[in-house]
């Protein structure tokens, strides 16, 4: 507040001194008859009062005007020309006040602005000289960051606060190519020399200033080492959780390879018992429907191993278990493949259990069938199998080119118990079966294909 009213009171003293030097100077210029060159001095108070009041240059400028014409008339010669010439002055230095007023008005408006963003701002701001060398000012706000009163940073070293040489040197090589420098993440050391990481920004105003802005940092650091220091945590209890949860799946995929195991297990001793009974059997029909059954147990266990053996436990593959299948039959009833030919054909067709199981039966029985039947007398031929898969039904095309079917009066209420099965499972496929005409006996399938079941733990866990 002093040093404020001592500033008034020099400038009041200097407008005042001014005013009355250049009145003097008037009087004496009139006394010698010397009239045209004295109002040039009027310009310098008027200086005086537009660089220190600028709003009330305009009303100084008319005072100072009436003042030399009262001057002017006071010593007034009779000459009407200095009387023209110093009514002219007196607009002059009106106009002259108004246009430097407007201007210095206008410049002392925007100083206060800047001014006054500089001393409010919330980020710490400060001047530097272009070298970053010397600090020539700070607000108020860098002082609070940094734990320095204003005038404590004014005049001191840059290094004070960024004692880090690399930084500082990167920083000034980066400012010195492009005039300015944005968000660069730097540590500030404090006056209790504790270092505060802050966000500074700097940009070339001039050829003697640089303008630095600094920003806080230490809320966002202690956040990211808390969300770093949770993510760790996490990770590590994913990481446990996994491992739990990979050693449960092993676990239950080790049971689940048991069960397929043991149920394959159980239904080859069903058949090695049938076969233990075709031995001790001497009638042949018997023996030939135990072997039958025999064929339709490896049918399902046939699934069961291959999908033990896959590394999936909620499909197989079907193609692999049809070839396997099928020439497990031929052995059953010694069949030569070079006088009766197979041909399959299904590619990539990956289908549940359920319905594999259903399929293997329904191709064992009609296979069979041809087997028994559809080449006598040790004839030639072949088996053809397709199998594909449309808009989510799977089709079966089975036939032969032997003797064909005898004629019946329906051949869907069918008498024989190998066609009466198949029947059977494509209904409870809820699928349909029929049978184009031509040589030999095809039937054509059409199953609704099952979804896949899903594997859930035992213990809890999916």
Same mark, same amino acid.
């Given at each position: 507040?002093?040093?404020?009213?001592?500033?008034?009171?020099?400038?009041?003293?200097?407008?005042?001194?001014?005013?009355?030097?250049?009145?003097?100077?008037?009087?004496?210029?009139?006394?010698?008859?010397?009239?045209?060159?004295?109002?040039?001095?009027?310009?310098?108070?008027?200086?005086?009062?537009?660089?220190?009041?600028?709003?009330?240059?305009?009303?100084?400028?008319?005072?100072?005007?009436?003042?030399?014409?009262?001057?002017?008339? !006071?010593?007034?010669?009779? *000459? &009407?020309?200095?009387?023209? #010439? @110093?009514?002219?002055?007196?607009? /002059? +230095?009106?106009?002259?006040?108004?246009?430097?007023?407007?201007?210095?008005?206008?410049?002392?408006?925007?100083?206060?602005?800047?001014?006054?963003?500089?001393?409010?701002?919330?980020?710490?701001? !400060?001047?530097?000289?272009? *070298? &970053?060398?010397?600090?020539? #000012? @700070?607000?108020?706000?860098?002082? /609070? +960051?940094?734990?320095?009163?204003?005038?404590?940073?004014?005049?001191?070293?840059?290094?004070?606060?960024?004692?880090?040489?690399?930084?500082?040197?990167?920083?000034?090589?980066?400012?010195?190519?492009?005039?300015?420098?944005?968000?660069?993440?730097?540590?500030?050391?404090?006056?209790?020399?504790?270092?505060?990481?802050?966000?500074?920004?700097?940009?070339?105003?001039?050829?003697?200033?640089?303008?630095?802005?600094?920003?806080?940092?230490?809320?966002?650091?202690?956040?990211?080492?808390?969300?770093?220091?949770?993510?760790?945590?996490?990770?590590?209890?994913?990481?446990?959780?996994?491992?739990?949860?990979?050693?449960?799946?092993?676990?239950?995929?080790?049971?689940?390879?048991?069960?397929?195991?043991?149920?394959?297990?159980?239904?080859?001793?069903?058949?090695?018992?049938?076969?233990?009974?075709?031995?001790?059997?001497?009638?042949?029909?018997?023996?030939?429907?135990?072997?039958?059954?025999?064929?339709?147990?490896?049918?399902?266990?046939?699934?069961?191993?291959?999908?033990?053996?896959?590394?999936?436990?909620?499909?197989?593959?079907?193609?692999?278990?049809?070839?396997?299948?099928?020439?497990?039959?031929?052995?059953?009833?010694?069949?030569?493949?070079?006088?009766?030919?197979?041909?399959?054909?299904?590619?990539?067709?990956?289908?549940?259990?359920?319905?594999?199981?259903?399929?293997?039966?329904?191709?064992?029985?009609?296979?069979?069938?041809?087997?028994?039947?559809?080449?006598?007398?040790?004839?030639?031929?072949?088996?053809?199998?397709?199998?594909?898969?449309?808009?989510?039904?799977?089709?079966?095309?089975?036939?032969?080119?032997?003797?064909?079917?005898?004629?019946?009066?329906?051949?869907?209420?069918?008498?024989?118990?190998?066609?009466?099965?198949?029947?059977?499972?494509?209904?409870?496929?809820?699928?349909?079966?029929?049978?184009?005409?031509?040589?030999?006996?095809?039937?054509?399938?059409?199953?609704?294909?099952?979804?896949?079941?899903?594997?859930?733990?035992?213990?809890?866990?999916?």
């Amino acid at each position: 507040m002093e040093s404020t009213i001592k500033t008034h009171l020099l400038q009041a003293t200097a407008v005042a001194g001014a005013t009355a030097a250049v009145m003097i100077l008037s009087v004496i210029s009139m006394l010698h008859g010397q009239h045209a060159i004295f109002p040039y001095f009027l310009l310098i108070p008027i200086l005086f009062v537009v660089w220190f009041w600028p709003k009330y240059g305009v009303i100084y400028s008319v005072l100072l005007g009436w003042l030399y014409i009262t001057i002017v008339y !006071f010593f007034f010669s009779g *000459d &009407l020309g200095d009387l023209a #010439g @110093s009514t002219a002055w007196f607009f /002059i +230095l009106i106009s002259i006040g108004i246009v430097l007023s407007s201007y210095a008005y206008g410049q002392k408006r925007e100083e206060r602005k800047y001014k006054a963003i500089y001393e409010n701002s919330q980020a710490g701001l !400060f001047t530097c000289t272009p *070298d &970053l060398m010397l600090i020539t #000012g @700070s607000n108020p706000q860098l002082g /609070i +960051l940094l734990g320095y009163d204003t005038t404590d940073l004014t005049g001191n070293d840059f290094q004070l606060i960024l004692p880090d040489a690399p930084s500082r040197e990167s920083f000034f090589s980066a400012l010195k190519d492009s005039g300015h420098v944005r968000n660069r993440e730097v540590q500030f050391l404090t006056r209790r020399k504790g270092l505060l990481w802050v966000l500074l920004s700097a940009a070339l105003v001039d050829e003697t200033t640089v303008i630095c802005s600094v920003i806080d940092l230490s809320d966002r650091k202690k956040t990211e080492e808390t969300l770093l220091t949770f993510n760790e945590t996490l990770e590590e209890g994913i990481k446990k959780r996994t491992s739990e949860l990979n050693a449960a799946l092993d676990k239950e995929v080790t049971l689940l390879r048991e069960i397929h195991h043991r149920v394959k297990n159980n239904l080859q001793l069903i058949a090695s018992l049938l076969n233990l009974q075709v031995r001790r059997t001497e009638d042949e029909k018997i023996r030939i429907a135990l072997k039958e059954s025999q064929n339709r147990l490896r049918a399902m266990a046939i699934v069961h191993q291959k999908l033990n053996e896959s590394e999936s436990f909620t499909q197989v593959d079907l193609p692999e278990c049809i070839r396997f299948m099928v020439l497990r039959i031929y052995q059953t009833f010694n069949t030569d493949t070079r006088k009766i030919r197979l041909t399959i054909d299904a590619k990539d067709v990956m289908i549940e259990i359920d319905t594999a199981i259903t399929i293997n039966l329904i191709i064992n029985e009609l296979v069979t069938n041809s087997l028994k039947y559809a080449f006598p007398a040790n004839q030639d031929g072949k088996i053809e199998i397709l199998v594909s898969r449309e808009n989510g039904k799977i089709i079966l095309i089975i036939g032969d080119n032997g003797v064909g079917m005898p004629p019946v009066p329906d051949w869907k209420q069918p008498t024989t118990l190998g066609l009466m099965i198949v029947t059977m499972l494509v209904q409870q496929m809820h699928g349909t079966i029929d049978k184009p005409d031509g040589g030999g006996t095809v039937f054509k399938i059409i199953l609704e294909e099952r979804p896949a079941v899903t594997i859930h733990s035992v213990s809890g866990l999916e």
